[in-house]
């Protein structure tokens, strides 16, 4: 599977947790069969030009600052009950290279955005079948920047989104979509499903 097309079924599962119509449903089915152009070496989805205003990104001083902070904001949620009280609702199964995604809100547009209040927490299934926190997301319906990086144009969801590996290494880079360390239940790993996944 190329970058392209794991982009595109990451972001299908944030789709169920954000609700999919049967249009965007067919649009998704369409963009993972379709096909996908990579460019070599590219470490983020090709950006796009429009007469729109770019983005501007935060400036809350060193990215590996920022992510201190985003650290410090999500410890809590290393226990995936108090993200539930808090509003976080579980999207759908694990999918693979992801995990399992809580969302809580998208955000209209880079003014709505905070670091340390991300719109998505990431988990990782245990062969004890509880999760543990691998990282957060970060959605909005316009472009955005945060941690000097813009966040993923629209692919099948109408929406903008960035991947922060905060709690589990990811070998490819800290913001990149898809974490090769993570598998799921029942994809050839042994591990169990959780409770209410």
């Not at 449903?25 to 069969?33: D, F, K, P, V």
């Not at 990215?63 to 509003?87: N, P, S």
């Amino acid at each position: 599977m190329n970058r392209s097309s794991a982009r595109a079924l990451g972001v299908l599962g944030l789709a169920a947790a954000l609700t999919l119509t049967p249009t965007s449903a067919a649009l998704a089915s369409a963009a993972l069969t379709g096909p996908t152009t990579e460019v070599a070496g590219e470490s983020h989805a090709p950006h796009h030009t429009t007469d729109a205003p770019r983005a501007v990104p935060q400036d809350t001083g060193s990215v590996e600052t920022q992510l201190k902070k985003v650290r410090a904001a999500t410890v809590r949620y290393q226990d995936v009950r108090l993200a539930e009280a808090d509003g976080y609702t579980l999207g759908e199964s694990c999918i693979p290279g992801l995990g399992y995604h809580f969302v809580r809100q998208v955000a209209e547009s880079q003014d709505e955005l905070e670091i340390t209040e991300p719109n998505s927490m990431l988990y990782v299934p245990q062969e004890d079948g509880s999760l543990k926190l691998a990282g957060v997301g970060y959605v909005s319906k316009r472009e955005a920047a945060l941690f000097g990086e813009e966040l993923s144009p629209p692919s099948i969801l109408p929406y903008y989104t960035l991947h922060a590996w905060v709690w589990e290494e990811n070998p490819n880079g800290v913001f990149e979509h898809i974490n090769p360390n993570i598998s799921c239940p029942g994809k050839g790993t042994g591990i169990p499903a959780p409770e209410g996944a």
